[in-house]
């Protein structure tokens, strides 16, 4: 019955395509931080929101209610800034990390959803911005996405430093970055590079880096992801993400669009949707 019961809930709280109910959310629940599921399949209870500014760090577009992670992350994201201003990088600005229980988002994200990945902007400012500003605060891009090749004007040590930093803390299992991103960090001579094997290419993060942090001990029920291949990820498989000369438009293949099913969320992040 209880299985039954919440097999239903799901599919009334799913009805709506217009919203997710977790954004209907405003506040965490009660207890400790426990990250449930899995990145793009859970929840997080007990979870904690990052203060909209702290020393070298502000979070921008608050007004989304997107600053709510497991207490690990709130705290990587404190010693991080604290790095940060260590090495006279700039002014941190931290994108999303999770709603107040997780959960799905209805656009922009498929993760996110454990409090354990937050994004963090490669655009690094030399003194805080306004809170006009932090609402709708423009990108800067690190990329020439048609030409396939690292803006130089914007990409610079600072910015590689500041991905070194991060990845290079035992706490992440990976970063998320734009290939071309990638491909400037291999070639960059480092004393040290075992922290680049964390660091993995992905579409659609050339102004921005995407952390993501280990399951936390003691956390049974979040679900780890496959590590890393071995190796510093420099070699063939970067190349692998290089795109293919078309020579002819009509060679290009249109590829049907379709629409993915939304997966039940585990028995505990229903419960927290109660």
């Given at each position: 019955m209880r299985l039954i019961f919440?097999?239903?809930?799901?599919?009334?709280?799913?009805?709506?395509?217009?919203?997710?109910?977790?954004?209907?959310?405003?506040?965490?629940?009660?207890?400790?931080?426990?990250?449930?599921?899995?990145?793009?399949?859970?929840?997080?209870?007990?979870?904690?929101?990052?203060?909209?500014?702290?020393?070298?760090?502000?979070?921008?577009r608050s007004q989304r209610g997107r600053y709510y992670g497991h207490q690990d992350m709130i705290q990587f994201l404190r010693d991080l800034s604290n790095g940060v201003q260590q090495l006279k990088l700039g002014q941190l600005l931290v994108g999303d990390i999770a709603m107040p229980r997780g959960g799905r988002?209805?656009?922009?994200?498929?993760?996110h959803q454990t409090g354990l990945d937050a994004d963090i902007w490669l655009k690094l400012t030399d003194a805080p911005l306004s809170e006009e500003q932090l609402i709708d605060v423009q990108p800067l891009p690190m990329v020439h996405i048609k030409d396939y090749k690292i803006n130089k004007e914007n990409w610079g040590d600072r910015q590689a430093l500041l991905v070194q930093l991060a990845a290079s803390d035992e706490r992440v299992a990976r970063i998320f970055v734009h290939p071309v991103i990638k491909e400037q960090l291999c070639q960059k001579e480092w004393r040290e590079r075992g922290w680049l094997r964390k660091v993995r290419p992905w579409w659609g993060h050339y102004y921005h880096f995407h952390v993501r942090l280990h399951c936390p001990d003691g956390d049974k029920n979040c679900k780890a992801q496959k590590a890393p291949p071995a190796g510093d990820g420099c070699g063939a498989e970067l190349a692998s993400w290089k795109p293919k000369p078309v020579k002819n438009k009509s060679d290009k293949k249109k590829v049907a669009k379709t629409k993915r099913k939304i997966p039940k969320p585990p028995e505990q992040c229903l419960a927290l949707l109660r």
């Open positions: 919440f097999g239903v809930l799901w599919l009334v709280l799913t009805s709506s395509a217009l919203a997710s109910p977790w954004e209907k959310v405003k506040s965490p629940s009660e207890g400790n931080s426990e990250s449930i599921g899995t990145y793009n399949n859970g929840c997080l209870a007990g979870g904690e929101d990052l203060p909209l500014q702290g020393d070298g760090y502000q979070v921008m988002f209805s656009s922009g994200h498929a993760s």
